[in-house]
């Protein structure tokens, strides 16, 4: 890696973090939200991924909600598509991401999911994984 002029990196600048995950499994038959895990006071979301093998056959839609209120608010993941080609391999959060992306948590938060589904009911598709990256913004630095 080439240096810039008059740059210096050592060992401890930048300050280093560590990125920490929770992860989730959500399945179709997930329709009312249940308990997934505590995201911890002063973390930040750094990010979320969607992992399954099979997309939801749904009729019309197949989405899956993470969150404190999920469907409603201050969510991880918003109406993330399972229905479609997202609904198969490793996909990130992308446009899908919720109001809660990049943003610290300012106590220790329940984090919810649920799966949603309109039109005919599906037959196949998931379970999903929901995997949710955050990290702790080093000492005297803010987020």
């Known amino acids: 890696m080439a240096l810039r002029p008059n740059q210096v990196v050592t060992s401890t600048t ?3 973090m560590e990125m920490l995950c929770k992860t ?3 399945a179709r038959t997930d329709t009312t939200a249940f308990e997934g895990f505590v995201l ?4 930040v979301l750094a990010g ?3 992992i399954g093998l099979t997309a939801s056959d749904a009729a019309t839609t197949a989405v899956i909600h993470v ?8 969510e991880v993941l918003a109406s993330f598509d399972v229905k479609a080609a997202t609904g198969k391999g490793y996909q990130p959060a992308g446009a899908f ?4 992306m990049s943003s610290q948590v300012a ?3 329940l984090i919810k999911a649920k799966y949603a589904e309109t039109g005919t009911a599906s037959t196949t598709g998931g379970p999903w994984l929901v995997k949710v ?3 702790y913004p080093q000492s005297g630095f803010s987020w």
């Open 14 to 16: 930048p300050p280093s």
């Open 48 to 50: 979320a991924y969607v």
């Open 133 to 135: 990256e955050y990290y």
């Open 107 to 109: 106590a220790n938060t």
């Open 40 to 43: 911890p006071v002063g973390s």
């Open 24 to 26: 989730i499994q959500v």
């Open 97 to 100: 991401g919720g109001t809660g």
């Open 67 to 74: 969150g404190s209120n999920p469907g409603t608010t201050n």
